[in-house]
């Protein structure tokens, strides 16, 4: 990872501090500590932004399209008579929890 370079990178170049300075590389080593961190920053920026979409679509898709979804499947059911009054609740549980188990990564 990227967190990992970075300190391997920082610890080599504080370990060679004096080589460093004397090859006068402070400016690139200043440079490149500085990429490395704001690699890292904007890695992390992404994961939250995705992980931010992701839990948005999963609360739609709940509330405005799974929900509604299983109460249509569930009317067709029950209109057809392949299950009672007393099953709504068992099948629309069984349903909802086979689409939990199907969409875990």
Known sequence: TLASTR????????????ALRAADGEAFVKERWASLA?????????GTFYETIRRYVRWLYWSDFLTPALEVALAGLLERGLIDVGEVWVTARA???????????
């Open 38 to 46: 704001s690699s890292i920053e904007r890695e992390k920026a992404f």
């Open 7 to 18: 300190s391997k990178v920082e610890a080599r170049d504080v370990q060679d501090a004096d």
């Open 95 to 105: 349903l909802e929890d086979g689409l939990d188990t199907l969409l875990t990564r």
